[in-house]
């Protein structure tokens, strides 16, 4: 979920409730001035909310740019400005290690991923829909299952829950992305709390962060099998 608006307020509840696990993606150069009255429940939400919501909430917050910019239309000294300053205000109001983004507007480029990295990103998503369960082929550009608007997602949800991987050793992974405003704007705020009801509470579906499910990959990637598949051996 993106942006960092007061929607996610709500949003988080309906996932607490349910024992669902989500990254939410801040634009900490953005935030609503402290000394701004709301005169609705809209927008985007201050720094002292966003700190009370997201620390300690047992879900990611991770870099979505500075200033919600074109990764692709700025300068290299710029970009680094935009990711790594986005970084730093994030892991110093929540007390984390930040590892993750989502590019704004979806924007990215051979150079910008490069940037990335060399500003600690080891992975980042796009938003094109796969109507697919598998897992990231390139942690640089994650694409999703769908959006939560997607007309499929109960369809999708019904299939995840219900039908075996094709291959006994295979995992599935549904990945739903999306911004929380937009249950405002939709007034369907039922869409995704029907959804998080079905899919949530269930023994054999790990719940997982971006970051853990990146971390999850690169450490069975990292483990080393005999040639005859026998024995295995996890690096320290």
Request: proline share 4%; aromatic share 16%; net charge negative.
């Given at each position: 979920m993106r942006d960092g608006v007061v929607q996610d307020i709500r949003l988080i509840d309906i996932f607490n409730k349910n024992?669902?696990?989500?990254t939410f993606n801040i634009n900490s150069g953005l935030y609503l001035p402290e000394d701004v009255t709301r005169e609705?429940?809209?927008?985007?939400?201050?720094?002292?909310?966003?700190?009370?919501?997201?620390k300690d909430s047992g879900h990611e917050v991770a870099v979505h740019g500075l200033e919600h910019k074109f990764l692709s239309k700025l300068k290299p000294?710029?970009?680094i400005h935009e990711v790594l300053e986005d970084r730093r205000r994030i892991e110093e109001d929540f007390g984390v290690i930040t590892r993750g983004m989502t590019y704004a507007y979806s924007d990215y480029s051979t150079e910008a991923i490069e940037v990335l990295k060399q500003c600690g990103i080891v992975y980042s998503r796009a938003v094109a829909s796969t109507l697919s369960f598998a897992f990231p082929?390139?942690?640089?550009?994650?694409?999703?299952?769908?959006?939560?608007?997607?007309?499929?997602?109960?369809?999708?949800?019904?299939?995840?829950?219900?039908?075996?991987?094709?291959?006994?050793?295979?995992?599935?992974?549904?990945?739903?992305?999306?911004?929380?405003?937009?249950?405002?704007?939709r007034d369907n705020w039922d869409v995704i709390e029907r959804f998080a009801e079905y899919i949530g509470g269930k023994e054999d579906i790990?719940?997982?962060?971006?970051?853990?499910l990146h971390d999850y990959v690169r450490a069975y990637e990292a483990l080393v099998v005999n040639?005859?598949?026998?024995?295995?051996y996890n690096p320290p």
């Open positions: 024992g669902l696990k989500a609705k429940f809209r927008g985007r939400l201050k720094r002292s909310e966003a700190i009370a919501l997201y000294t710029e970009m082929s390139n942690f640089w550009a994650i694409q999703p299952t769908c959006h939560h608007a997607n007309d499929k997602l109960m369809e999708l949800a019904d299939k995840f829950v219900n039908t075996a991987p094709r291959y006994p050793s295979g995992n599935w992974l549904f990945y739903v992305w999306g911004h929380s405003y937009e249950f405002d704007d790990w719940y997982a962060t971006n970051i853990e040639a005859d598949t026998t024995l295995v």
